[in-house]
């Protein structure tokens, strides 16, 4: 039997095959020779590479981290300085449509914002909460081509260097937000990593 044994620590290498060649052809001859020591330490760290991989937790979709690292990014004031965003512009306001004859309720309705470019469409329903400046607003953005839903899509309400919420569209292009609308806080929508989109929320 060799009289010189290997720390445990070698061997949970061994067991995960980090041993360089000339290590590892030493460490089986050490095996080879008889050492039952150290066979019953590398069946050990055999096992807990086992256990360790089967509770390993997955890695993260690529498509999580982009966003929340864009999110992160977005977040900083002197970032967001350096980013040209393009203004969407508002093409309809269901505040300034009048409302049919019977329908006025006591409780404000849903209020529907359109706004535009050239590639995008952001459709927004803003409904306030009774006796609160807070509003639940639903979105969606979409490909003006298409028409379809952009998803994972990094958003951001942003007033001043105040972050009000923070997102990340889902399949269809939809997020949904509650927040306070006073002093006409700023969507951002990171579609573009250099040139965001941007839709400004009035009261």
Do not use: N, Y
């Not at 050490?30 to 086992?50: E, I, K, N, P, W």
């Not at 997020?175 to 969507?187: D, I, N, R, V």
């Amino acid at each position: 039997m060799a009289s010189r044994h290997f720390h445990r620590s070698r061997w949970a290498d061994f067991s995960r095959g980090l041993t360089s060649g000339r290590q590892a052809a030493a460490m089986r001859a050490h095996l080879d020779a008889g050492c039952s020591r150290c066979a019953s330490t590398l069946a050990a760290q055999r096992r807990v590479a086992v256990v360790a991989a089967a509770d390993a937790w997955p890695a993260p979709p690529a498509a999580a981290v982009r966003s929340i690292k864009a999110l992160f990014a977005l977040a900083r004031p002197e970032h967001r300085s350096r980013l040209r965003s393009v203004q969407l512009k508002p093409t309809f306001d269901g505040a300034l449509v009048p409302a049919a004859a019977g329908t006025r309720a006591a409780v404000a309705p849903a209020r529907r914002l359109l706004f535009e470019s050239t590639r995008f469409a952001l459709d927004l329903h803003v409904t306030p909460r009774p006796r609160s400046r807070l509003a639940d607003i639903c979105g969606q953005l979409l490909e003006q081509q298409t028409g379809s839903g952009v998803a994972e899509v990094p958003a951001l309400l942003i007033l001043g260097d105040r972050i009000l919420w923070s997102g990340v569209t889902a399949e269809l292009g939809e997020f949904e937000l509650t927040a306070e609308l006073t002093g006409s806080p700023e969507l951002w929508l990171l579609a573009d990593e250099r040139h965001p989109i941007s839709a400004r929320l009035g009261p």
